[in-house]
Nanobody, 114 residues
Framework: VQLQASGGGLVQIGGSLRLSCAAS????????LGWYRQAPGKQRELVAD???????NYADFVKGRFTISRDNAKNTVNLQMDSLKPEDTAVYYC?????????WGKGTQVTVSS
């Protein structure tokens, strides 16, 4: 299983960014795809995840600001991040679970500055 993330970068407070992740290596696709983040000195935490049917789960701190979506045919998952705050600064990781193992993509840096 491989996860290839793209997007991220530097944005001003209140701005928007879009992260994308392409997953491969599963014959029948992936049940859930998600995004986690890790800020310096903090533990990695769930941002949002989404199931095959489109059911979503968001962390309270991003509800109403971030939107997760997926394309099952392409095995891709996107994270639209709006109204970004300085506290959203972190390395963002794409993640999935396949046959009881967790797989992580290479992180992508998101920096929100004034």
């Amino acid at each position: 299983v491989q996860l290839q993330a793209s997007g991220g970068g530097l944005v001003q407070i209140g701005g928007s960014l879009r992260l994308s992740c392409a997953a491969s290596g599963a014959a029948f696709g992936f049940d859930r795809l998600g995004w986690y983040r890790q800020a310096p000195g903090k533990q990695r935490e769930l941002v949002a995840d989404i199931g095959r049917s489109g059911d979503t789960n968001y962390a309270d701190f991003v509800k109403g600001r971030f939107t997760i979506s997926r394309d099952n045919a392409k095995n891709t998952v996107n994270l639209q991040m709006d109204s970004l705050k300085p506290e959203d600064t972190a390395v963002y990781y794409c993640m999935t679970r396949y046959f009881a193992l967790n797989y992580w993509g290479k992180g992508t840096q998101v920096t929100v500055s004034s």
